[in-house]
Nanobody, 124 residues
Framework: QVQLVESGGGSVQAGDSLRLSCVAS????????MGWFRQTPGKEREFVAT????????NYWDSVKDRFTIFRDGAKTTIYLQMNDLKPEDTGVYYC?????????????????WGQGTQVIVSS
């Protein structure tokens, strides 16, 4: 059974940093792409960053490209989202998604499994 568990969210000030973690179990991560998506009230879940099965193809939403970094650990059981220079517009619930394919996608509908989400609040 595939399970994703996120952690690392919190309430911070603009300019601060956070690192989100997503621990996966029940699947071989080297065969799967994963991603981070954000959801705010009244909006659809939106792409933030994705990474390929081997960890060599990160992809970012333009508004976070120079501030966020997605990466996998050596054992490939965990992915992270390092978020620097946070802005109030980064506020939302961040979800980790797992896609049963090697290549990543920016479409939430292409992801088969999701974690429970972790809240990020950035105050100005």
């Amino acid at each position: 059974q595939v399970q994703l568990v996120e952690s690392g969210g919190g309430s911070v000030q603009a300019g601060d940093s956070l690192r989100l973690s997503c621990v996966a179990s029940g699947v071989l991560l080297s065969d799967t792409a994963m991603g981070w998506f954000r959801q705010t009230p009244g909006k659809e879940r939106e792409f933030v960053a994705t990474i390929s099965g081997n960890g060599n193809l990160p992809n970012y939403w333009d508004s976070v490209k120079d501030r966020f970094t997605i990466f996998r650990d050596g054992a490939k059981t965990t992915i992270y989202l390092q978020m620097n220079d946070l802005k109030p517009e980064d506020t939302g619930v961040y979800y980790c998604g797992l896609r049963m394919a090697w290549n990543p996608s920016s479409e939430p509908s292409d992801y088969s499994y999701w974690g429970q989400g972790t809240q990020v609040i950035v105050s100005s």
